[in-house]
């Protein structure tokens, strides 16, 4: 019976995908030896485990909308769920590198947006649990499938860098906002009433005004 575990080697932005799209290289290894591997239907839960690293001052204060004041950190600091993966390993012996696709979003409504955003620098620790199905040849060669122990699991560190990098290829010099019908609404007829040809050109105008009236 197959004894699988699993590492995170590397990973990288996919280019031209449809949504920002980071590859983690994947090792997969059996224990035993030989042993033929048909299919592995892999699942994955990736969390980011925050309390893994420490923050700057600058850092902390870009994360006081997800985190609140620092003298609340040890209270409101908790692992953040940032999303769940499939990839289906194709047949190999004993060891292989498989790439497991990881989605992202650069939605300001998301808590893991917040924080990747936050991040000046350094690097992003990653918590991976894993679940699934093996299907291997036992000795008769007849197929069996047997579970992935829920205790199978990995860490890896992400580099800001990656992440920033693969936003910039995605979405240069922009940024997502989602906001409600009605506050959309309001805004739209405040840029058609006054000829303001961008988005950028409205948010700046009414920021203005807040700044003068708060002045």
Wanted: glycine residues 4%; aromatic residues 12%; charged residues 25%.
């Amino acid at each position: 019976m197959p004894d699988l575990s699993f590492r995170v080697e590397d990973t990288a932005v996919v280019p031209f995908a449809v949504v920002p799209t980071l590859a983690f290289k994947l090792r997969s290894t059996n224990a035993i030896a030989g042993e033929l591997i048909h299919t592995v239907v892999l699942r994955c839960q990736i969390e980011i485990e925050v309390t893994r690293r420490r923050y700057t001052a600058e850092e902390q204060g870009r994360m006081l909308d997800l985190f609140g004041e620092p003298e609340r950190w040890s209270r409101t600091l908790r692992n953040l769920l940032w999303t769940h993966a499939t990839v289906v390993i194709p047949s190999f012996r004993d060891t292989t590198v498989s790439d497991l696709p990881i989605q992202c979003t650069f939605d300001f409504n998301v808590a893991v947006t917040k924080y990747f955003e936050g991040l000046t620098d350094g690097e992003i620790p990653v918590h991976l649990m894993f679940s699934g199905s093996i299907f291997y040849a036992d000795a008769d060669e007849v197929l069996q499938v047997a579970p992935i122990s829920w205790a199978q699991e990995a860490r890896f560190f992400l580099p800001v860098k990656v992440w920033r990098d693969m936003m910039n290829a995605y979405y240069p010099n922009n940024v997502w906002l989602n906001v409600r019908r009605d506050a959309f609404d309001r805004l739209y007829q405040y840029k058609v009433q006054h000829g303001i040809p961008t988005w950028e050109e409205v948010l700046e105008k009414v920021l203005s005004v807040e700044e003068a009236v708060n002045a």
